[in-house]
């Protein structure tokens, strides 16, 4: 096996990476979670914890409300726990596969009628 350096230059990326951020877990995510997922799940997270319901007085208190949920979020945050596998993946597919099927059938059913 030839090593062209890619796992030593990795490396040395985590290891700057976790000497100015202690709290970062390196993490590898399985291959359908892209970063853009994991932006979706946090403003999610805020969404459902901070801005609902929207019942604001002014901007102040939104600021306020983001302010203290993020210092709290990044107190307390755990790396997510992926239970979703390329089996589950396969399911999913096939299910949209036959509901989209189905759909199908029922639509040109209807022009028939």
Same mark, same amino acid.
């Given at each position: $096996?030839?090593?062209?350096?890619?796992?030593?230059?990795?490396? &040395?990326? &985590?290891?700057?990476?976790? &000497?100015?951020?202690? /709290?970062?877990? $390196?993490?590898?995510?399985?291959?359908?979670?892209?970063?853009? /997922? %994991?932006?979706?799940?946090?403003?999610?997270?805020? %969404?459902?914890?901070?801005?609902?319901? /929207?019942?604001?007085?002014? =901007?102040?208190?939104?600021?306020?409300?983001?302010?203290?949920?993020?210092?709290?979020? /990044?107190?307390?945050? %755990?790396?997510? %726990?992926?239970?979703?596998?390329?089996?589950? =993946?396969?399911?999913?597919?096939?299910?949209?596969?036959?509901?989209?099927?189905?759909?199908?059938?029922?639509?040109?059913?209807?022009?028939?009628?």
């Amino acid at each position: $096996m030839v090593d062209n350096g890619s796992s030593h230059r990795s490396r &040395s990326a &985590s290891e700057r990476l976790a &000497s100015r951020f202690p /709290n970062v877990v $390196m993490v590898h995510t399985p291959v359908h979670a892209s970063w853009l /997922n %994991q932006i979706e799940i946090f403003f999610s997270i805020v %969404q459902r914890k901070v801005v609902s319901p /929207n019942d604001f007085t002014d =901007l102040d208190e939104v600021r306020n409300r983001l302010r203290a949920f993020e210092h709290r979020y /990044n107190a307390t945050a %755990q790396p997510f %726990q992926w239970r979703f596998t390329t089996t589950d =993946l396969d399911d999913l597919l096939a299910r949209l596969d036959r509901h989209t099927a189905d759909h199908h059938e029922e639509s040109s059913a209807a022009l028939a009628a």
